[in-house]
């Protein structure tokens, strides 16, 4: 699937089972709650907080793909495509980042 054929996906999901968007502030707040469940399994699995009970059976892709979901919302929501924007910001940080990272002894 393509980033274009996911936002399509979206939408059409969002248009027939959904009825409608979220408005883009509800969806902002949502995409920090998601984000937060994707670093509260980070945190716990690759770092130094141990799991609650409650928190043992959460999916780390699921909570991406959540992530993924409302950011597509978003995207949609502003016009943004998200094709052409990440194809951009990979050229800008090419561009930007050509020796930066390289010339970085912290990544030796």
């Given at each position: 699937m393509t980033i274009k054929e996911a936002q399509e996906q979206v939408d059409q999901w969002i248009n027939t089972t959904g009825v409608r968007y979220?408005?883009?502030?509800t969806n902002m707040a949502i995409l920090t709650e998601e984000v937060g469940e994707v670093a509260r399994i980070i945190s716990r699995k690759y770092g130094d907080?141990?799991?609650?009970?409650?928190d043992k059976d959460k999916d780390l892709a699921d909570e991406m793909a959540d992530v993924l979901w409302v950011l597509?919302?978003?995207?949609n929501q502003t016009g943004v495509?998200?094709?052409?924007?990440f194809e951009t910001n990979i050229q800008k940080k090419t561009l930007r980042d050509a020796d930066r990272h390289k010339n970085?002894?912290?990544?030796?």
């Open positions: 979220f408005s883009e502030l907080q141990s799991f609650k009970e409650s597509i919302c978003l995207a495509d998200l094709t052409k924007a970085n002894t912290k990544l030796r």
